[in-house]
């Protein structure tokens, strides 16, 4: 049997020419996607591979990002340069959504630190510890990564933490931190390191506004909860 190719199509069933004609927004994921991997197998269509893909991950593209290129060449038709164009273009689609948060951003409430943080550490398979450091206004000077450890626990240093804070004259703080696991409840260590960092910051006069747990679709405020 002859190979699907996006050119053996129908014009109006050509993604890559219904982009042209049409324009980017009317082009569903897998048509996207399509565009991506150029062919399907001998069964099946690119439009159609590329659906059954989105189907294993029941059309979450965020799903799909997290795909690996071994289980992605596991589709029929998907070789190892198809499955690194995909990887790649979800990646910049990552990215392009974290450019838009660099300009430093204004925290007026804990929903604000998950949208900025979320992108970044929200779907990691291991633990990432954050800080954002904020000058007198709430702005967001800057926001470090200070500590990367496994599924369950990192190690944090409060002393570089406030190194960190004094060398960008930061006058608060927001630490946040992500659960792999999903679960929001913070642990005897989260409580404990939590407290650690705010006695750290009263006496340096540098003021811990909140504390993070951040998920893939949830967070945990020590703030908004009352046990800051």
Same mark, same amino acid.
């Given at each position: ?25 009317? &082009?569903?994921? #897998?048509? /996207?996607?399509?565009? /991506? ?10 439009? #159609? ?23 992605l ?9 198809? %499955? ?7 990646? /910049? ?8 948060? /660099? ?46 450890g496994g ?8 002393? &570089?933490?406030?190194?960190? %804070? ?5 006058v #608060?703080?927001?630490v ?27 006496t ?25």
């Amino acid at each position: 049997m002859e190979k699907l190719s996006i050119k053996s199509w129908a014009l109006d069933d050509r993604p890559r020419e219904k982009l042209v004609a049409k324009g980017k927004t009317v &082009l569903s994921d #897998a048509e /996207l996607i399509a565009i /991506l991997i150029g062919s399907g197998n001998r069964q099946e269509s690119a439009v #159609a591979l590329s659906q059954r893909m989105l189907q294993s991950v029941e059309g979450n593209i965020n799903e799909l990002a997290k795909l690996s290129i071994e289980k992605l060449m596991t589709f029929k038709g998907i070789g190892e340069a198809k %499955a690194v164009n995909i990887i790649a273009a979800l990646e /910049l689609g990552k990215r392009r959504q974290l450019e838009n948060l /660099l300009e430093k951003p204004k925290i007026t409430g804990s929903k604000d630190v998950f949208n900025l943080m979320q992108p970044i550490i929200g779907d990691l398979s291991h633990e990432e510890f954050w800080v954002l450091f904020l000058n007198n206004s709430n702005k967001v000077l800057a926001k470090h990564q200070v500590s990367k450890g496994g599924m369950t626990a990192t190690v944090v240093d409060v002393r &570089l933490l406030f190194k960190q %804070a004094l060398e960008l004259f930061s006058v #608060a703080i927001i630490v946040c931190h992500n659960h792999p696991s999903g679960k929001l409840k913070p642990s005897d260590a989260d409580l404990q390191l939590t407290q650690k960092i705010k006695n750290a910051g009263t006496t340096l006069d540098i003021k811990l506004l909140d504390h993070l747990i951040i998920t893939e679709k949830a967070y945990f405020s020590f703030a908004d909860e009352g046990v800051l």
